[in-house]
């Protein structure tokens, strides 16, 4: 029914009272042809009226208390435009229930969400920060996942900003911001990589929003890099084995080297089993964490068969015993780690920032306006970390504002895919995925400097109906 009316604003301040207008969208359901007065009434989301007092009606059972009303009538005037106004103080933070009634008939109910006053001006971005394009060695279904063709992609599933982050290689994710930027939609793809050393794969972290590459900056062949590992080979444990003081070592030196290029540092699956073990031995997983040496925690990452899924429940409980441990929240994302493209839309984060640039999406994230979440086709979503209130506000989202919103979003993909076939091909792209030994190589490649040529004024429409949407759920 709520489709067939707008009703703003959706998300107001908790504890204050708030005038809500609501109206027919059609002739049939213009509230001026309704026959009879228009009352409506409603709860609070901790279940209780405007003034704190409990509701006559609790349960099925019809218990009642004192012949109170099990909803609390609010004032409310239908003027001559048709638009029906009343105001009411949304008590605590939380999903409130209200209904447009007349006389016994219920014509409309709908919720209205409150959050703190502090947290209007933030609007909610869900990302991925981790995926690979065909630039990285292991990729399967490499010729469709160049670069920018994965950041159209992606903009379809409903993602609001990306992050592709190539093993070894920073220029695949700039590449994409190329193309998104030139595109011109509200769509975003920021700096990324993948770390590792260049000579051993056993660094796995995310250098996201980074300004330059870290892992070039780690090459057992470069003299500064030696000297460095051996100054943090004396700050770390001494284990006997001289590798695990390695690990240690260049796990530090990964996360000195990402924040001072401005990055934010995400600690990609914690609990992943190759070759039939974990791949951080447990004292270096526990040291990490001990010392807290990551900005932000993959929580769910990896996709896939029952394995991936363990992984990802001990990421969670690892989670919960690191905040106990710590006594605070840790800040957390939700990523894909797509290697094909038959996995999109699994794992995400939602991050709320004022606005969908870098620098506010990195704050907001170290701040623990973030949770992930995992959602697998035919299962009810799930998600982990941030607070109670931000993964109530989450489901709120995602039964009132996600599917326009999506549906927003499948546009501007549209849109982008055909700026994408009219480019000239990217030979050097095709050049690197048909070289022999690409399956086990993460060569660097050049900056491609295309330029586009969108359809300007199809895409300013989706970017119009985009701002009218976060209009009506957040009136300024």
């Known amino acids: 029914m709520e489709q ?14 708030t005038e809500i207008a609501v109206s027919g969208k059609y002739p049939h359901t213009d509230l001026r042809t309704v026959n009879g007065e228009i009352t409506v009434d409603g709860v609070c989301a901790d279940g209780l009226f405007s003034d704190g007092i409990l509701p006559g009606y609790t349960c099925f059972n019809g218990f009642k208390i004192e012949d109170r009303p099990m909803f609390e009538p609010i004032p409310a005037k239908l003027g001559s435009d048709g638009v029906l106004r009343f105001k009411y103080l949304f008590r605590s933070t939380g999903e409130h229930t209200l209904h447009l009634r007349c006389g016994e008939h219920t014509l409309l109910t709908f919720s209205i969400f409150s959050i703190p006053e502090a947290w209007l001006k933030l609007r909610p971005y869900r990302c991925d920060l981790h995926l690979h394009s ?29 992050s592709i982050s190539d093993h070894k290689q920073h220029t695949p994710s700039l590449i994409a911001a190329n193309f998104v930027n030139q595109c011109g939609g509200n769509f975003r793809a920021y700096s990324s990589e993948e770390v590792h050393l260049q000579d051993l794969h056993t660094i796995h972290v995310l250098n996201f929003g980074g300004d330059r590459p870290v892992s070039d900056q780690m090459h057992p062949d470069d003299p500064e890099y030696v000297k460095l590992l051996n100054s943090y080979l004396k700050k770390v444990p001494q284990y006997a084995d001289y590798w695990l003081r390695h690990l240690a070592a260049n796990w530090h030196i990964a996360y000195d080297k990402i924040r001072e290029a401005g990055g934010l540092m995400v600690y990609c699956h914690p609990f992943w089993r190759p070759f039939d073990r974990r791949f951080l031995p447990e004292c270096i997983r526990d040291y990490i964490f001990e010392h807290r040496l990551y900005d932000a925690l993959e929580i769910f990452g990896e996709m896939g068969d029952d394995s991936h899924r363990e ?31 038959s996995m999109l839309n699994i794992n995400s984060s939602i991050v709320w920032a004022e606005r969908n640039e870098l620098k506010q999406l990195q704050n907001a994230i170290l701040d623990g306006m973030s949770i992930a979440v995992k959602h697998f086709p035919s299962e009810f979503p799930r998600t982990a970390g941030g607070n109670l209130t931000l993964v109530n506000y989450y489901h709120f989202l995602r ?35 048909n070289r022999p030994g690409h399956i086990t190589g993460d060569t660097p490649v050049a900056l491609d400097s295309r330029k586009y040529t969108p359809d300007t004024a199809a895409m300013a429409r989706i970017n119009a109906d985009r701002a009218a949407l976060d209009g009506e759920f957040w009136k300024n």
């Not at 919960?320 to 094909?340: F, L, Y």
């Open 4 to 17: 067939l009316y707008t009703i703003t604003p959706r998300i107001v301040a908790a504890d204050t009272v």
């Open 134 to 162: 065909g630039y990285s060695g292991c990729c399967r279904e490499r010729a469709k996942l160049s670069p920018e063709y994965f950041a159209a992609l992606l903009c379809a599933s409903g993602l609001d900003f990306i």
């Open 311 to 341: 992984d990802n429940e001990l990421n969670v409980a690892r989670y919960h015993e690191q905040c106990i441990a710590e006594k605070r929240s840790i800040p957390v994302v939700g990523n894909s780690d797509i290697h094909q493209g």
């Open 399 to 433: 039964k009132y504002y996600y599917p326009r919103h999506d549906e927003i979003c499948k546009a501007e993909s549209s849109e982008m895919l055909k700026t994408l076939s009219k480019a000239p091909a990217d030979y050097e792209f095709v050049k690197f995925i």
